[in-house]
């Protein structure tokens, strides 16, 4: 089994920063593209940010340069580090990962629980 743990999510007021953290764990084999999505009240889940194995990165529009995705593939983890939040940046983020299982044949796309971030004063 694999799982995807976020965390680093809460409460923050506008201007401020967050760190997300999402760390991969079960019988992985190999680790390709990471990417953080999110997903407001009323509206379609977007991706914010994704990175390659050889930590090549793409950035929704909205959130370029005031967010920054990096990872450690020793540590099979994912961040995104927050700075100059807004309140529109509001929403639940989810961390992805594109991988492969030891033993089974296939890349497979895997999806963590969430986690809440919301920006108000």
């Known amino acids: 089994q694999v799982q995807l743990v976020e965390s680093g999510g809460g409460l923050v007021q506008p201007g401020g920063s967050l760190r997300l953290s999402c760390a991969a764990s079960?019988?992985?084999?190999?680790?390709?593209?990471m990417h953080w999505y999110r997903q407001a009240p009323g509206k379609q889940r977007e991706l914010v940010a994704a990175?390659?194995?050889?930590?090549?990165?793409n950035y929704a529009d909205s959130v370029k340069g005031r967010f920054t995705i990096s990872r450690d593939n020793a540590k099979n983890t994912v961040y995104l580090q927050m700075n100059s939040l807004k309140p529109e940046d509001t929403a639940v983020y989810y961390c992805?990962?594109?991988?492969?299982?030891?033993?089974?044949?296939?890349?497979?796309?895997?999806w963590g629980q969430g986690t809440q971030v919301t920006v108000s004063s």
């Open positions: 990175i390659t194995s050889e930590s090549s990165t």
């Open positions: 992805h990962a594109d991988l492969t299982r030891i033993g089974v044949r296939g890349v497979y796309g895997y």
């Open positions: 079960g019988s992985i084999a190999s680790i390709y593209g």
